[in-house]
């Protein structure tokens, strides 16, 4: 309860049921160097790099998860990326990223060269409260640069009051509000609501 409200869980209990409505921020970050530099210090205690197949079956094992150790393996022979945190050797927050497309139902589309989706972005629950999921974002960046990407696109849900914390934090930037609606996994609706002006 503390980190959602009422109205998204009131959702996820409609999604149990088969009628999927999902509210959603599409989401421009940019790494911008000097204005989120807190997160280079104060985190000594904690070691940051992508992680393989072995950490696979952890995150699989962690409560609430929905996907397999075999989804999950799956998609990194697939050449989706999944950067972590760990503390004295145990994983504490991780995300993904995908370098060919954005794959979320509600707005899907193709990345470009200089391009990233963002996906995931989760902290075990006992290490919650410390800021990892902006640190683990922000150390993200850094490696995604060497890779030549400047453009990381992510998608948001409306009510997740963390999610949008965090990335406000990081001084991202919503592109535009759209709504997905599924119902009984046969049926897809897409709807794009409003579409922020871009800043020059």
Known sequence: MRHNNFI???LDGLSRL???ITPFYLTLENFSGTEVSQYDTGYEEYQ????GPEDMKIISALPIRTFSTEN???KLEEGKVCFGVKHQGKLAAF???DFQECTFDGCPFSLKEDEAYLFDAYTLMEYRGRGLAPFARY???KELQKFGKTSLYSVTDCFNKSANRFKEKLGARNLEVGLYVKLFKRWKFRFMLKRYP???
């Open 72 to 74: 999950l393996l799956a």
């Open 198 to 200: 871009e800043i020059k």
């Open 48 to 51: 940051t790099g992508f992680v």
């Open 8 to 10: 998204r869980l009131f």
């Open 18 to 20: 088969g009628v999927r």
């Open 95 to 97: 995300t993904w990223g």
């Open 139 to 141: 150390q993200f960046y």
